[in-house]
């Protein structure tokens, strides 16, 4: 089970990001991120977990950069 603490969302033309902060059962936060498709009408979504976040981040903020 999981409790979702926040949720975020985005929007483009073509798709929307939602972007779920929560909190699993075995006390750790996650982020689920699921793109949906509006012209195709599909989805998709990751988990990420918190352990593992910070250095994705790391990684987006270091191309921006370049």
Do not use: W
């Amino acid at each position: 089970m999981k409790t979702i603490i926040e949720t975020t969302q985005l929007s483009q033309p073509r798709c929307s990001y939602i972007l779920d902060l929560f909190h699993n059962n075995d006390n750790r936060f996650s982020v689920e991120i699921i793109q949906i498709d509006e012209i195709a009408e599909s989805s998709q979504s990751i988990t990420i977990s918190n352990s593992i976040l910070s250095e994705i981040i790391g990684g987006f903020e270091s191309h921006t950069r370049n």
